[in-house]
Structures are given as C-alpha cells and as structure tokens.
C-alpha cells in the first residue's frame, strides 16, 4: 500500500496557504514505515528519537523549506539542521523521498565504507547541512547562518530541530542569548520533546521545566503546540519567521516511538533494533502492508 509520496502536495507560499493535510499524514506513515525498515535492516538504533521528529520533518520538507532537492547548494536556500544527530535515520529516509538521492541507496546507511553514517555530516548525503550528534551544536551553527544571511543580505531561513535533553547543553543558552541581540527573526528552532533522554525522563536527568518560559526569558517569541500534529505543525510553521525582529523557539510535544503502539514512550527503543516480525507488525499498523 505505498503511496505516492510526490503528486499533489502544495508549496506554502504567502499567496497559497492551501496545504494537504491528509497527504502529508500518509507521507509521514510512509517515511516512518521506512525508517523502522532501515533500522532493522542497517541494524542501528535510535529509532524512538527518529519516529518523534518525522511529523516536524515531513511537515519541512514538504511544505515549508525553500530548497531545491535537485540544487540543493543554491546560496539563496532555506537551511535545515538536525541537531539531534541520532535521528539521522528519519533525515536520510526524507531527503531519499524528497528527492535528494535515490531510495535505492538508504541501502548503503551505515554500512562498512559508506558516508552515509549513523550520524550526518557533511558529504554523508545530499542536502545535509553540518555535521550532527554532538549535542548542543546544531543551535550555534544554525545561529551563525542565519546571520550571515542577514549580514549578507540573503532572505533564507534556517530551521534547527534540537532534542529535549539538548537543552541541558550550555551552548544552546549561548546561542539563545546572541540570536535576540542580532534580531535574527529568520531563525526558527523547533524542540522535538519527547520526554525522554538516553537513560531516563528528561524532566529527572535535568528538570527544563518551564520550557516555554525560560525561551520567553532569554527574548524569543515561542508558540507550543502538538509535535505530532501535521495540522497544528502546517498552523505555526507558515507563521514564522514573522516581522517581531525575534528568533522563534516552537515547543513540539512529540511522543518518542510515534506511529507504533508497541513502541510509543518506550525508551527501550532508545536502543533497541526492530526484528524482522516487528518491522512487519509496525508496517500494518502504519496501513503500509
């Protein structure tokens, strides 16, 4: 039951704000049965963390960024960047559908020689902006493209997309401060949170609560919405930037394991690799099989 993941989705624009919810859900239900696949097949792990992000990637990809998935070096382009490098495989498995490189070569993720590695970096993929996984340096990264834009009069945006528990990391306070003081209005970081860390509840590692309002604190403009609504994803991505000479933080409250009954809020699957039965299972409640 594989859907056709490129006709009839719609391009945001100012003068078109249609959007093709439905279209982007069974895009989202495809790329994660995907991504269960891959991890079972490459044998890598992290596919909780990947499964809760997929609804604020294909939401991106496929309506937001400005990106061209043949030209993907254009120096007029979006930005996008995976702060959370351990969720490489939901990134791979979006550009492969968007168009970035065949599917045919998820074949080589994390194979012995290949570049496509557990963590992105630069050369590892098509459309891969910087290099990932150590946490807390996509947000300063992100920061100093968005303003060289600004510096060199460019209009992209860059999109960041951090974990929970990165917020533990001190250097994204760093970069939290610099944004505001430039005004950098075209930086847009979105917080994939899941509640969960490698090893525990994200609230007993390091308490982050309130999330919301420490974001506020240090001068950004902050929506909070459900991370696992294409809906309410398409609602506040098409806002931002806006004219309040503000970066945006979006509070996404996902759940880690999405899509699969058996796998949501299971940080077990933290680690754990799908057997070939669970691939199956998760691919039937996904309506893919």
Not at 35 to 53: D, E, F, K, M, V
Not at 176 to 184: E, S, Y
């Amino acid at each position: 039951m594989l859907y056709n993941i490129n006709e009839n989705w719609f391009k945001v624009t100012a003068q078109n704000s249609l959007v093709d919810i439905k279209h982007l859900e069974r895009v989202a239900d495809q790329v994660r049965g995907e991504a269960i696949r891959l991890s079972h097949s490459a044998q890598t792990p992290h596919l909780g963390s990947s499964l809760s992000c997929i609804d604020i990637l294909v939401v991106l990809y496929w309506s937001i960024l400005s990106i061209d998935s043949q030209d993907p070096k254009t120096p007029d382009r979006d930005r996008f960047i995976l702060s959370k490098g351990h969720a490489a495989t939901a990134l791979y498995v979006t550009l492969a559908y968007r168009g970035f490189f065949p599917l045919e070569q998820l074949g080589n993720y994390a194979q012995p020689g290949s570049v496509m590695a557990e963590h992105p970096s630069i050369g590892s993929a098509p459309g891969i902006e910087a290099a990932t996984g150590s946490l807390g340096h996509g947000l300063p990264i992100g920061l100093g493209m968005a303003l060289a834009s600004q510096i060199q009069n460019f209009s992209y945006r860059v999109f960041v997309v951090m974990s929970d528990g990165e917020c533990n990391e001190g250097s994204v306070w760093e970069a939290a401060m610099v944004a505001p003081t430039h005004g950098l209005s075209n930086l847009v970081v979105v917080i994939d949170y899941n509640k969960w860390q490698a090893t525990g509840r994200s609230q007993e590692v390091t308490s982050i609560d309130p999330l919301g309002d420490k974001w506020r604190a240090f001068g950004w403009n902050v929506y909070e919405l459900d991370g696992n609504s294409i809906e309410d994803l398409v609602n506040v991505l098409t806002s931002v930037p806006n004219s309040s000479n503000k970066p945006t933080a979006i509070i996404a409250h996902t759940i880690k394991g999405k899509g699969v009954s058996f796998m949501e809020d299971d940080n077990n699957w933290h680690y754990r690799i799908p057997t070939a039965s669970e691939v199956e299972e998760a691919k039937r409640e996904l309506g893919l099989i």
